[in-house]
């Protein structure tokens, strides 16, 4: 059994809080690194505090550069960063957890928090809430145009998620999505296919005159 890395207590598996010392053991994620100030107030405001974020760089890499709250903590991200920092800060992920991430979810989840809209740093127009991933439980606020905002411990919250095999879940998830898209061929035939990826949903087993009759209703209708 692992221990915790500051009080030296019992940590059961799939389990990140101990619960002696109520201490996160984020020890596996190499992601948490210093940062230094590129700009100490960019022309981005914090939706929540209404001040001016501070340009922040990581030291994991120079070419990822993101605001930051001073008051909240929170963070803005452009198109795509959270991506190259999730990259950076968690990799040799090859299996999926799902216990782990049930329970990452549980200890992190604000469900006391009320649901706010925010505006965008950048433009100022409402931002939409969207999940970032498949069971991530993490709710992002979106511009499409300009970038995503997190609120403080939020990163830590993906980094938690993706390391216990959360997108390898959400790759997966999407992966069969795609293979049951129900699709209708019409192709100038009063017969018709309903088919779920690959397999049809219609069979030898079904009555030939009903067939026949559905299949002539929706001729009907579409040619």
Same mark, same amino acid.
């Given at each position: 059994m692992a221990r915790c890395t500051f009080c030296s207590a019992p940590l059961p598996a799939n389990i990140n809080r101990c619960s002696y010392c109520?201490?996160?053991?984020?020890?596996?994620?190499?992601? /948490? %690194?210093?940062?230094? #100030?590129?700009? $100490?107030?960019?022309?981005?405001?914090? !939706?929540?505090?209404?001040?001016?974020?501070?340009?922040?760089?990581?030291?994991?890499?120079?070419?990822?550069?993101?605001?930051?709250?001073?008051?909240?903590?929170?963070?803005?991200?452009?198109?795509?960063?959270?991506?190259?920092?999730?990259?950076?800060?968690?990799?040799?992920?090859?299996?999926?957890?799902? /216990? %782990?991430?049930?329970? #990452?979810?549980? $200890?992190?989840?604000?469900?006391?928090? !009320?649901?706010?809209?925010?505006?965008?740093?950048?433009?100022?127009?409402?931002?939409?809430?969207?999940?970032?991933?498949?069971?991530?439980?993490v709710v992002v606020d979106r511009c499409k145009r300009h970038g995503v905002w997190l609120d403080s411990s939020e990163i830590t919250h993906l980094m938690e998620w993706k390391k216990a095999g959360g997108q390898l879940f959400h790759e997966k998830q999407a992966r069969r999505s795609k293979k049951v898209k129900p699709q209708l061929n019409l192709k100038g035939s009063n017969r018709f296919n309903i088919t779920m990826g690959t397999q049809s949903r219609f069979d030898k087993s079904y009555d030939d005159d009903l067939f026949e009759s559905i299949s002539s209703v929706v001729f009907k209708l579409f040619r």
């Amino acid at each position: 059994m692992a221990r915790c890395t500051f009080c030296s207590a019992p940590l059961p598996a799939n389990i990140n809080r101990c619960s002696y010392c109520e201490i996160r053991n984020d020890v596996d994620l190499h992601g /948490k %690194h210093e940062f230094v #100030i590129v700009d $100490d107030e960019s022309n981005r405001t914090c !939706p929540h505090c209404d001040v001016r974020l501070k340009t922040i760089r990581l030291d994991s890499t120079d070419a990822l550069s993101i605001e930051r709250c001073d008051a909240c903590f929170g963070l803005f991200f452009d198109p795509g960063e959270i991506e190259t920092l999730l990259e950076n800060a968690v990799s040799g992920v090859f299996e999926i957890n799902h /216990k %782990h991430i049930e329970n #990452i979810n549980k $200890d992190r989840y604000q469900n006391h928090n !009320p649901v706010k809209y925010i505006k965008c740093p950048v433009c100022q127009i409402l931002m939409n809430r969207v999940s970032f991933g498949h069971k991530s439980g993490v709710v992002v606020d979106r511009c499409k145009r300009h970038g995503v905002w997190l609120d403080s411990s939020e990163i830590t919250h993906l980094m938690e998620w993706k390391k216990a095999g959360g997108q390898l879940f959400h790759e997966k998830q999407a992966r069969r999505s795609k293979k049951v898209k129900p699709q209708l061929n019409l192709k100038g035939s009063n017969r018709f296919n309903i088919t779920m990826g690959t397999q049809s949903r219609f069979d030898k087993s079904y009555d030939d005159d009903l067939f026949e009759s559905i299949s002539s209703v929706v001729f009907k209708l579409f040619r």
